[in-house]
């Protein structure tokens, strides 16, 4: 945790080996653990909430070979880029391209991609919900509309599952709302990772 705001997330990772180091260290410290022996990091799974996507997204963009060993992606109404047209609302494409890359991968189940969100309006830059709709735009895909109650009384209003991409929105303006995606992504994303 970074803290609030998606600039420390950004910055965290603004050098191509800063997540390098993060990997040096995991593997050193699973080694000093003695519980896996010869345990090797291979495929990395990414997850985030909120601005934590900063991170991820900055990470992806300065490392090529990075972006080759991931396999997974899981974002928490966190998945974000900026208009380019703000009196419009039009969602800038450019930013999410690298992302439309790994839906069309999970789609054929090449990678995992996973997103959930809820309808938390943004003010001066996208929402997750504007994004998410920009992405599926990019992609010629559609929603499914999915009336449930998922975890923690969370209202679904639709669906989109298409190999192993898979999106879930929920409704919730409030930041009880935001905070019960991060608490829910052990039942949301999590058992989409284990069977992976």
């Known amino acids: 945790n970074l803290g609030a705001g998606t600039e420390p997330y950004s910055n965290a990772f603004k050098s191509a080996e800063a997540f390098d180091r993060l990997l040096a260290d995991a593997q050193a410290e699973l080694t000093k653990s003695n ?70 991968a999970a789609r054929h189940n090449e990678k995992l991609f996973a997103i959930t969100h809820t309808t938390i309006p943004t003010g001066p830059y996208p929402s997750v919900q504007e994004c998410v709709t920009k992405l599926l735009e990019m992609l010629d895909m559609q929603k499914q509309p999915a009336v449930a109650t998922g975890p923690r009384n969370m209202h679904q209003f639709y669906v989109v599952d298409q190999g192993s991409f898979h999106i879930r929105g929920y409704e919730g303006t409030q930041a009880a709302d935001h905070v019960r995606q991060l608490h829910a992504m052990g039942e949301t994303m999590y058992p989409l990772l284990k069977t992976r």
């Open 35 to 104: 519980r896996a022996t010869d345990a090797q990091l291979r495929r990395i799974a990414l997850s985030a909430w909120s601005a934590g996507f900063s991170s991820i997204a900055r990470a992806l963009n300065a490392n090529d070979q990075l972006a080759q060993r991931v396999d997974a992606i899981l974002l928490a109404d966190g998945f974000f880029t900026f208009f380019s047209q703000p009196t419009k609302r039009t969602v800038n494409a450019q930013g999410l391209e690298k992302f439309a890359k790994y839906a069309e």
